[in-house]
């Protein structure tokens, strides 16, 4: 097995379905699916395959998901995370008919965690360091939500905190001027695997091209090298990924978020 079958191979096995479910809510199956709740009003649908069905069995599962869904009126958005190299024929029409709407893109990016870890010069001013206090991840998910263009509510930095506060690895990095957070993202170790994701990477727009996400990166992997994590993975966009490329990270397939919002 060549490297990118192995890291595909090792991608499927132990970074879907279950290792997804970290701080949900609640949890059902159908068939081949997971249905996951989390705080914030949000469902995710993954798995790790879909069981070999044909187009009518696709179809068939994009209802029922969407019928659990509906049972509970406190969610407004469910996500169904699709991949690339998956055999889901057809999944995208099937998404669409029942009223998902895709959002762009995204590269699994996966590589050695030390070839990240490496030493970065910052701008004159810029530190980076790891949030914990209320008010810097109160200012962090402000500043992350502000540059995807997305709305934030109060709900959703609860869901932030009510993460932290289970304690099961996840750390969140930020880099800031003057008081001010310019470049954020989190870092999220794999229970069980030598995988850690990082995940959420935002810099503001006057402050790209200066290093300033690099160093961050280069910051979770440091703290990802100390949990004995081996392996990073991450669904890079199209501003992250060629740093990462850069670092040694290679892309293993592709993934595109499909949302349902109620």
Not at 152 to 161: G, L
Request: charged residues 25%.
């Amino acid at each position: 097995m060549d490297e990118h079958a192995s890291l595909l191979a090792a991608y499927d096995e132990h970074l879907r379905a279950d290792a997804e479910a970290v701080g949900a809510l609640g949890s059902a199956r159908r068939g081949p699916l997971l249905l996951l709740t989390f705080s914030g009003g949000r469902g995710l649908v993954t798995y790790r395959d879909l069981g070999g069905a044909d187009a009518v069995g696709v179809r068939r599962l994009v209802e029922e998901a969407v019928a659990h869904y509906r049972t509970d009126p406190a969610i407004t958005e469910v996500e169904w995370k699709t991949r690339g190299h998956d055999h889901a024929p057809g999944l995208h029409d099937a998404l669409l008919d029942n009223g998902f709407v895709p959002d762009a893109p995204e590269s699994i990016m996966i590589g050695a965690t030390r070839s990240l870890a490496v030493d970065v010069e910052l701008p004159a001013g810029v530190r980076v360091r790891r949030v914990t206090e209320e008010s810097d991840v109160r200012a962090m998910t402000e500043m992350q939500h502000e540059v995807f263009g997305v709305p934030i509510s109060d709900e959703q930095v609860d869901a932030v905190h009510r993460r932290l506060a289970l304690d099961d690895g996840i750390q969140l990095w930020a880099a800031e001027s003057a008081g001010l957070i310019v470049c954020a993202g989190r870092l999220e170790p794999v229970r069980g695997t030598d995988f850690a994701g990082i995940w959420g990477g935002a810099t503001r727009p006057e402050w790209r091209g200066r290093g300033i996400y690099r160093a961050l990166t280069a910051a979770r992997a440091r703290a990802a090298l100390e949990l004995g994590k081996t392996l990073i993975n991450s669904d890079s966009t199209e501003f992250s990924r060629p740093i990462l490329e850069r670092s040694g990270l290679r892309e293993v397939s592709t993934t595109t978020p499909y949302r349902h919002r109620t």
